[in-house]
């Protein structure tokens, strides 16, 4: 698709606002593919952990120059929910917090949420597992999504829901817990998750 788009001479904007800032085990989603690199790139979410509203625009070096060039328009300064200290200084924050962290880190501790997680595939309620890092989606058969939410929530974890389209219908639950957890919380709550499901399997 990029490829495509830079043949052309359309620029490539990526929307990683889910996926980007290490959530799927790097520093944008779009790392995971040589030459998928954006033009333009989206984040929020994660760039302010929860604390407050933030977003941010990532500009290629290729088109950074044409944003500043003396006959283009100048860039508003601000407006009224930009550049505001408290958000510049939380971004600044997450940023370092993920440094502190460290890329090995991260990759490793993805890679086990993965593996528990894979595991659930030995279930018959469980129709597929699919992502990466930090950002996974469990697919369950139709019908046992708010079953298995109940069941989980009792065991202490709230995941959050997806339905989709199609015939049958998707539905499942999101697993993306945070960046700065432990080895020792994603066992607890795919721990949970297991458990849910298995009780869940016997009484279906």
């Known amino acids: 698709m990029a490829e495509l788009c830079r043949e052309r001479g359309v620029l490539v904007i990526h929307d990683e606002v889910l996926t980007g800032l ?5 520093p944008l989603a779009s790392d995971h593919w040589d ?32 944003i500043r060039h003396q006959d283009a328009d100048p860039l508003p300064p601000m407006g009224t929910m930009a ?6 200084a939380m971004c600044l924050g997450v940023l370092d917090e993920l440094e502190a962290i460290g890329a090995s880190t991260l990759h490793s501790r993805g890679e086990r949420l993965g593996r528990r997680l894979r595991t659930l595939t030995d279930q018959p309620t469980v129709r597929a597992i699919r992502g990466l ?13 708010w079953p298995l939410m109940t069941e989980a929530e009792s065991r202490g974890v709230f995941f959050y ?6 015939e049958p219908r998707s539905e499942g639950l999101v697993i993306a817990p945070p960046l700065t957890s432990t080895d020792t919380d ?14 869940l399997a016997e009484s279906h």
């Open 133 to 145: 890092g930090f950002l996974y989606g469990v697919e369950l058969a139709p019908g046992l999504l």
């Open 35 to 66: 030459g998928a690199e954006p033009d333009l790139c989206i984040l929020s979410k994660g760039l302010g952990a929860g604390y407050t509203g933030a977003g941010a625009v990532l500009v290629s070096p290729e088109i950074a120059p044409l």
């Open 161 to 166: 829901p997806f339905t989709g389209a199609g």
């Open 186 to 199: 994603i066992d607890f709550m795919v721990t949970a998750l297991v458990d849910a499901v298995t009780a």
């Open 83 to 88: 550049t505001h200290p408290l958000q510049a």
């Open 22 to 26: 290490w959530r799927t085990g790097t």
